[in-house]
């Protein structure tokens, strides 16, 4: 029996057969650390992803959902299957180039108050995604469209973000749970197809726990800005945010 912490990796995928084999590959690479079981879910792929994975990966668990459920709920598929200390959301488009996975364990390990997290997040190019840090709000969310000042604002852009921070909001993208806690919320809220579920959770995770942003570990995502390039996606986005304001109205915004 391995003296490893069990941790869990979770990612959706959608029509993702090209990009998920390097995403696996490089988890399974540079992830030495921990005990590691990870989870495919696949929301209705017609590219063969499922098929794919199975054959590179054979110890990798793929459910297909057989229908596009949306991200929190393809997400929330894996939770009766989850006996970790700690889990992980993988967003396909992720890569790594070190033991993210493993010092994120680590760091939590020694702080019990901390109850989600996100690595620093990088472009494939090295340089620091600026990515939400505070809790949306319609200010943040289409002036941060137009002005760079309010999207810095946002993403508390102008800090040195060199030490471990608390934060209000972590993405999705990439980002450990404690499975415990994870479980105790009931996954994402499923009321929202794609969009906004991470500010969501990342709340509702600050009523019990500290959010924290660690730039220990890095971590690589292509990010595709689909809700900036497509109607559709833009659509949703929008869908999304009246459901997060509509619920948390009242709250500081």
Not at 43 to 60: H, I, L, Q
Not at 232 to 239: C, D, S
Request: hydrophobic share 40%; proline share 5%.
């Amino acid at each position: 029996m391995s003296d490893k912490i069990p941790v869990s990796g979770a990612i959706v995928t959608y029509h993702n057969r090209d990009e998920i084999l390097d995403c696996l590959r490089s988890i399974s690479e540079h992830t030495q650390g921990v005990e590691l079981s990870l989870f495919i879910s696949d929301n209705g792929s017609d590219d063969g992803t499922p098929a794919a994975v199975r054959a590179a990966f054979p110890a990798v668990t793929v459910i297909e959902n057989g229908a596009n459920l949306g991200f929190g709920a393809g997400h929330n598929r894996v939770l009766p299957l989850l006996h970790s200390k700690y889990h992980v959301m993988i967003n396909p488009d992720i890569t790594l180039q070190e033991d993210a996975i493993s010092a994120m364990v680590l760091y939590m390990e020694a702080h019990p108050e901390v109850g989600l997290m996100m690595p620093d997040i990088r472009y494939p190019d090295g340089s620091r995604q600026i990515l939400p840090k505070h809790d949306p709000s319609w200010w943040y969310m289409i002036a941060g469209k137009f002005l760079p000042s309010v999207r810095k604002a946002y993403c508390r852009g102008g800090e040195a973000m060199d030490q471990p921070e608390e934060i209000e909001f972590c993405s999705g993208c990439f980002c450990m749970i404690r499975t415990e806690l994870f479980k105790t919320l009931g996954g994402f809220d499923e009321r929202y197809f794609l969009y906004m579920e991470d500010a969501d959770l990342s709340r509702r995770v600050r009523q019990n726990a500290k959010v924290i942003f660690f730039p220990g570990a890095k971590v690589t995502h292509a990010w595709h800005h689909d809700s900036a390039k497509s109607s559709r996606a833009l659509k949703l986005h929008l869908q999304s945010a009246r459901k997060y304001f509509a619920k948390w109205k009242g709250e500081k915004q």
